[in-house]
């Protein structure tokens, strides 16, 4: 059995992330250029989803808030969404997402599991970047300690954008 490269797992991804959007949206999505890096991400609403077994890593979608409302009103058929309902489409999709993966590599990987998905707000940065402190002094962002990609997304109506990031 031959290894699979982290282009297939991209493919992989951008495949899942606009299937999910066809069948839970009814709306069409368009990746954009594979940024082969990791960049800080400061977006309102951030999903992340676990991966673990002979392949670990996380599946993160990042959307603005005005995506965001956009998602949750068209998936939980709402018209004013709530920030719980918010949080809960992002997550119900980045889980989706990386439930394809799952399902797609469990063979070859073998155990393959993922996390419940964790939703989050603020900036995305890599280990390097260090964190910066919000105005109570604490901390407002992440650390990831690995690399991996960032593909863009936008609607073909233009009504919003996101980003799948996958390290792994």
Same mark, same amino acid.
């Given at each position: 059995? =031959?290894?699979?490269?982290?282009?297939?797992?991209?493919?992989?991804?951008? %495949? !899942?992330? *606009?299937?999910?959007?066809?069948?839970?949206? =009814?709306?069409?999505?368009?990746?954009?250029?594979?940024?082969?890096?990791?960049?800080?991400?400061?977006?309102?609403? +951030? /999903?992340? +989803? &676990?991966?673990?077994?002979?392949?670990?890593?996380? #599946?993160?979608?990042?959307?603005? %808030?005005?995506?965001?409302?956009?998602? !949750?009103?068209?998936?939980?058929?709402?018209?004013?969404?709530?920030?719980?309902?918010?949080?809960?489409? #992002? /997550?119900?999709?980045?889980?989706?997402?990386? &439930?394809?993966?799952?399902?797609?590599?469990?063979?070859?990987? /073998?155990?393959?599991?993922?996390?419940?998905?964790?939703?989050?707000?603020? $900036?995305?940065?890599?280990?390097?970047?260090?964190?910066? *402190?919000? *105005? %109570? /002094?604490?901390? =407002?962002?992440?650390?990831? *300690?690995?690399?991996?990609?960032?593909?863009?997304? $936008? =609607?073909?109506? &233009?009504?919003?954008?996101?980003?799948?990031? +996958?390290?792994?």
């Amino acid at each position: 059995m =031959s290894a699979i490269t982290f282009e297939e797992i991209m493919f992989t991804i951008m %495949s !899942a992330t *606009q299937d999910t959007f066809k069948n839970y949206l =009814s709306v069409d999505i368009f990746a954009g250029k594979v940024e082969r890096k990791v960049d800080p991400v400061d977006s309102d609403v +951030v /999903g992340i +989803v &676990g991966v673990a077994g002979d392949r670990v890593g996380y #599946i993160i979608l990042a959307a603005e %808030s005005t995506a965001a409302v956009t998602i !949750a009103k068209e998936l939980l058929m709402l018209d004013e969404p709530d920030e719980e309902s918010i949080r809960d489409a #992002i /997550g119900e999709l980045t889980n989706n997402i990386a &439930g394809v993966f799952k399902t797609k590599y469990h063979e070859q990987y /073998g155990n393959v599991a993922l996390g419940l998905p964790l939703i989050v707000s603020g $900036m995305l940065r890599t280990v390097a970047e260090g964190t910066s *402190q919000d *105005q %109570s /002094g604490g901390s =407002s962002s992440m650390n990831v *300690q690995c690399k991996g990609v960032t593909i863009p997304f $936008m =609607s073909l109506d &233009g009504k919003f954008a996101l980003r799948v990031m +996958v390290y792994m």
